[in-house]
């Protein structure tokens, strides 16, 4: 066996309840002034985290400014304006509070705020220009309040340019976060469809990272432990938000999900969603996914079994003494199993507006965006392919 891999996490992460708390003693604060982004929806207001996250910095040395435009399927005119809003009041570091799309809006203003020209300058997919930002970014501090994305963990961050419908995930080393604090108490506020939609998406993240070619020892270990404890605790947080062991787990699990996105990656169900959401951003990006997920991961086990029967049993399914393309297809069934327990096995692409006549489109520009992540998907799929998939999941 040839095993070589790559292994490199410069994110110090501080876990665990009450740890938000860190942030007004920690002496890992990278500056004296920050930007902090937030959504546009209210609720880090709302819930008083805002509020907390503002005294913390003051009774640790630091000034803060705020920016709060992030949608939830963030775009690159936002990144432009956040990075203005940094270098004019002189902001040395930037913080994402929220979810993973105030997170990676934070790392792309991040980058912005150091780097001249436009943000799809420095994109290498799609009409990205693929320039290298020399000058790197301003230190990160994450603070998740939804189980979701990972980018806690990782360098990645997704944005989306609206005017060409181009939805890509991008990053480098200057785009992991410097710190960053999870705190499974602020995600208590959470409701029952965002946990839901948020949960799978990580489950997601674990799955595609076991399956991508590039899969390694460290992130088979965390994504196979993601997999068994958002089984587990994804159901008992959607039915009660208040649950702080489910939450605490899922939190945990979503940081795994972010480490194994570092050191393995997302595949083409990533592409393949990013498109939809990307002409169709009413869509949440967890619902995209589970929407696709049946029909895509069945035509993946349907043509190379491997690795999803470590998956089924991950899952809690009993596979011993079964053939092995029925172990790797107990898998589909777990996962079938947990959309429903979720509450999320009615929800088709049919629902969110989008017609049969659209898939085709789709299908091109997820090659288009993010082809990549078909090169590390187990078995070579095609533009037809992805129609394929797609029409499985249309209705």
């Not at 096995?345 to 049919?350: F, G």
Request: aromatic residues 8%; glycine residues 10%; charged residues 20%.
């Amino acid at each position: 066996m040839n095993l070589s891999f790559s292994l490199y996490m410069p994110t110090r992460i501080l876990f665990g309840c009450g740890m938000l708390d860190e942030l007004g003693k920690t002496p890992f604060l990278p500056g004296k002034k920050a930007l902090i982004v937030i959504g546009a929806s209210g609720a880090m207001k709302k819930h008083g985290y805002l509020g907390r996250v503002t005294r913390l910095l003051k009774s640790n040395g630091a000034g803060s400014v705020v920016y709060n435009k992030i949608q939830p399927n963030p775009v690159s005119e936002h990144v432009a304006e956040g990075a203005k809003l940094a270098k004019a009041n002189k902001c040395d570091f930037v913080i994402g509070l929220g979810g993973g799309s105030t997170i990676d809006s934070a790392k792309s203003i991040a980058v912005m705020a150091k780097n001249p020209g436009k943000y799809w300058d420095y994109i290498g997919g799609g009409s990205g220009k693929g320039k290298t930002p020399t000058k790197g970014a301003l230190p990160i501090v994450a603070i998740p309040t939804t189980a979701g994305t990972g980018t806690e963990a990782d360098p990645w961050t997704v944005i989306t340019k609206s005017d060409t419908n181009e939805k890509i995930g991008w990053g480098n080393a200057f785009t992991f976060p410097t710190l960053s604090i999870v705190d499974p108490e602020l995600m208590l506020s959470v409701p029952p469809s965002q946990t839901a939609y948020t949960g799978m998406d990580a489950f997601f993240h674990s799955v595609e990272s076991y399956l991508a070619t590039v899969n390694q020892p460290t992130s088979d270990h965390l994504a196979l432990e993601a997999v068994r404890l958002i089984t587990k605790y994804l159901p008992i947080a959607v039915k009660d938000g208040g649950n702080i062991e489910a939450r605490t787990k899922l939190a945990w699990a979503n940081t795994e999900a972010g480490i194994c996105e570092s050191l393995s990656c997302c595949i083409s169900h990533h592409s393949m969603e990013h498109a939809v959401s990307a002409y169709f951003p009413n869509v949440p990006h967890g619902a995209g996914l589970t929407m696709l997920s049946v029909a895509y991961f069945s035509y993946l086990a349907e043509r190379n079994p491997n690795r999803f029967p470590d998956l089924a049993r991950a899952m809690g399914e009993k596979i011993d003494g079964l053939p092995r393309k029925a172990q790797a297809m107990a898998f589909i069934q777990g996962l079938k199993k947990l959309i429903r327990k979720v509450g999320l096995k009615e929800q088709k692409l049919s629902d969110f507006g989008i017609q049969r006549s659209d898939l085709q489109t789709l299908a091109e520009n997820a090659f288009h965006t993010m082809g990549k992540l078909f090169e590390l998907t187990p078995i070579p799929l095609t533009a037809d392919d992805a129609v394929a998939i797609y029409e499985r999941a249309y209705a």
